[in-house]
């Protein structure tokens, strides 16, 4: 019986990820992925795997701050929750000299570990893959690597972009050999999503 695989995808370190990994260049569209291609990407390269559910840790732009980002936000999750995928939210932070500060998330990375942990200690998956190179996960990684359950091969396994030059970046967790997913130019080919979601109707 395949393995239920779950996909934790933290959405704007992979879209800032892709984009200074592959140089993308000024149009801001370029970086976006389609969460379930990219879901069904990282586990169908398991042949004893499958897909039991992808879920996207994402901020959320104030709507009376960023009305035009707020809307476009709200299109993007609404197409993805259309698709099947459990959408997290977590309201932006804007400090006090913005907008020339700019406005940065806020408990993305602990909703992200919580779910991480509790769902491994719940039996909600079989294996997980978490794409994001943030080190504030690397503790509900390592509790999760660490399940006597996992044992000789760990419950959990990382993605990353892949770039030509050897500076590409993946969480890793001391003492623990985690498979990692590399994605290189191509796969980011496969999964980009170029829609102008602030063009997009509802």
Request: aromatic share 8%.
């Amino acid at each position: 019986m395949p393995l239920q695989t779950a996909v934790f995808l933290d959405y704007q370190n992979i879209y800032s990820g892709a984009r200074e990994t592959f140089d993308l260049g000024d149009d801001r569209r370029h970086g976006q992925i389609d969460p379930v291609r990219l879901a069904h990407l990282l586990v169908g390269r398991s042949r004893d795997r499958k897909v039991s559910e992808i879920r996207i840790y994402r901020g959320l732009p104030d709507a009376l701050k960023q009305p035009k980002g707020y809307r476009a936000n709200r299109r993007q999750v609404a197409r993805w929750e259309q698709a099947g995928c459990t959408v997290i939210l977590r309201g932006l932070r804007y400090p006090s000299g913005w907008p020339a500060a700019r406005a940065v998330e806020q408990g993305v990375d602990v909703a992200l570990a919580v779910d991480f942990v509790m769902m491994a200690f719940g039996k909600a998956y079989d294996r997980a893959i978490l794409m994001s190179t943030d080190t504030n996960l690397r503790p509900a990684l390592a509790a999760v690597a660490s399940l006597p359950a996992s044992h000789p091969v760990p419950m959990c396994d990382v993605a990353a972009w892949s770039a030509v030059h050897p500076s590409s970046q993946r969480l890793s967790i001391p003492g623990r050999r985690l498979w990692c997913h590399w994605l290189d130019r191509q796969d980011y080919e496969q999964v980009k999503d170029l829609t102008d979601y602030t063009r997009l109707r509802p």
